[in-house]
């Protein structure tokens, strides 16, 4: 019978068939482990020679990485194996065989797993991420369906701006032009008039022209708006939302986040109430001693980091010259590679240390948080931080005026801990009509091109407001990824669309 790695927990005993690709081999001549990957999980085949025929011992002896067949035993638990189970062979059926698959367990710089990323795909790493990405885009459509939100899909051509005009995305449309969706939120708003509480989901197209590890031109955002609702209201829902993601994570895919190496401990501790900060108290923050201390002890922790990481490699580095065995030799080269990896990190981490703590001491009450200034707060926090209030000057024009305080409005971005930054930004949105014309002639933008926009502020406006999710950028935080590129299948960047 023919089943999955997955399920293989209930054939103890019994003679299965499965089918995959070989993602690991070796042999010691008298017998094979061939380490089987279904697409569903890995299993190690054990070939021993005389229990099959020596044809097929030999063939299977001479599959490459990534050969495809299917392989029929008898399934056994084996604690000490991959997944638990091992399966006994008693038979093979080689469907392609497969010679120089391009990624080995050597080295491979990012540049060219990213060229590679068709088949980079079916690595550990990428399939961990995968099956987390499924759970997280399955989680928040499930939060906001069980909530009484209703699914509404905004257009992805565009006639005006919802967001900055400069990552704008132009199409020559019939000879005139449109642009990619930025945000889907200026028609969401209409829809919450209609409906109440409502949310979108689908690709964001922003022309960025940051190459930071947090931007991609392409990628996934979720947009709840909600209908009568103040920034207290946006600040439970989105910590309740969050939470709720992070729980269903930690339910369905505990062992992709092992396998990452990600924190399961903190994820556990991240349920309401988040933290709440003011943008005036976060430049309290940056601006104060405590800050100060934080980036020195800091850089102490990294130079730490540093030397045990650099005493691994040098070790690692002396073993490999020596004669071993050649599945220890794979498994060096395996931790040297995440290991320069982790070293790498370090190093920008140290290199921008100081000046991240020079851009923090130089906060200026009016311009927009930096992404550095998000990491310090963000690395001062065990849990997301609500940071709210932020001066009108610095954000987009749709964003509530405080009515006690005409200098700031009613916005909010959720930080993720531990130094990853914004994961959402959101809005009260203004709804008088005279103060939002006022604001989008300010912009610069033109009055004609949001009419439809400002009638909503005519016929029945209500206090109403929502936020926006980036898909990837809180992958990339549950995961523990550094650069996000590595949470969506097929990365869009401004320098560089590989496939
Ligand atoms: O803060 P942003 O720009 O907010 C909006 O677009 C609002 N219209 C949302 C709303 O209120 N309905 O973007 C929201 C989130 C960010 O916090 C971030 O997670 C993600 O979208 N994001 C990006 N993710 C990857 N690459 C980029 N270039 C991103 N730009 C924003
Ligand atoms: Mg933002």
Redesign the pocket.
């Known amino acids: 019978m023919k089943i999955y790695i997955e399920n293989l927990a209930n054939f103890v005993g019994r003679e299965i068939t499965l089918a995959g690709w070989i993602y690991q081999a070796r042999s010691s001549g008298k017998i094979q482990f061939i380490i089987l990957r279904d697409g569903t999980g890995l299993c190690q085949c054990i070939v021993e020679k005389g229990k099959i025929s020596n044809d097929l011992f030999n063939k299977l002896e001479h599959l490459g990485q990534e050969s495809s067949l299917t392989i029929t035993g008898v399934v056994r638990a084996e604690p000490r194996s991959v997944g638990g189970y091992e399966l006994a062979v008693t038979n093979a059926q080689i469907i392609h065989s497969t010679t120089d698959y391009p990624i080995t367990p050597k080295e491979h710089g990012i540049d060219f797993l990213l060229k590679h990323r068709h088949l980079h795909l079916r690595s550990s790493r990428q399939w961990c991420i995968g099956k987390i990405r499924h759970t997280v885009i399955d989680a928040i459509r499930r939060f906001f369906n069980d909530n009484g939100f209703t699914l509404i899909d905004t257009p992805i051509l565009m006639a005006a701006a ?2 900055e005009e400069q990552t704008l995305f132009e199409v020559d449309y019939f000879g005139e032009p449109l642009y990619l969706s ?4 200026l028609h ?1 708003e209409c829809a919450a008039a209609a409906f109440g509480k409502v949310y979108c989901f689908g690709p ?1 197209f ?1 022309a ?1 022209k940051s190459k930071t590890r ?4 392409e ?1 996934w ?1 979720v ?1 709840p ?1 909600v209908a009568f609702i103040d920034l207290d209201g946006l600040l439970e829902l989105a910590e309740n939302f969050v939470s709720y993601v992070v729980s269903r994570v930690l339910q369905d895919n505990k062992p992709q986040i092992e396998t990452l190496g990600a924190d399961i401990a903190g994820l556990e501790n991240i349920k309401p109430p988040f933290y709440r900060l003011t943008y005036t108290e976060a430049g309290e923050i940056l601006t104060g001693e405590k800050t100060a201390k934080f980036m020195a002890e800091q850089i102490t922790q990294l130079n730490q980091q540093k030397d045990t990481i650099e005493k691994r490699i040098a070790e690692l580095e002396n073993e490999q010259k020596g004669q071993i065995k050649q599945w220890k030799r794979d498994k060096n080269a395996a931790e040297l590679i995440a290991l320069r990896s982790d070293l790498d990190e370090v190093n920008i981490k140290i290199e921008n240390n100081p000046k991240h703590a020079k851009l923090a001491a130089e906060f200026q009450w009016g311009k927009d948080l930096g992404g550095s200034d998000e990491t310090i707060i963000s690395q001062m926090h065990d849990k997301p931080v609500f940071v709210t209030h932020y001066p009108k000057v610095a954000k ?1 024009f749709y964003m509530k005026t405080d009515r006690t305080n005409d200098k700031v409005v009613l916005n909010f ?1 959720m930080l993720a801990p531990n130094g990853f930054g ?6 009260v949105r203004e709804d008088d009509y005279d103060i939002l014309l006022k604001r989008i002639e300010e912009k610069g933008l033109k009055p004609a091109n949001y009419d439809w926009y400002l009638d909503l502020r005519k016929f029945g406006s209500v206090p109403h407001g ?5 898909v ?3 992958i990339a935080w549950l995961t523990g990824e550094p650069h ?1 590129r590595q949470c969506i299948p097929f990365p869009r960047m401004m320098d560089k669309v590989y496939i």
């Open positions: 919802g967001e930025q945000t889907g939120q969401l964001t922003r960025e947090r931007h991609l031109t990628f955002m947009e708006e987009a971005d914004e994961i959402i930004g959101g809005s929502g936020f926006g999710l980036g990837e950028r809180t996000i």
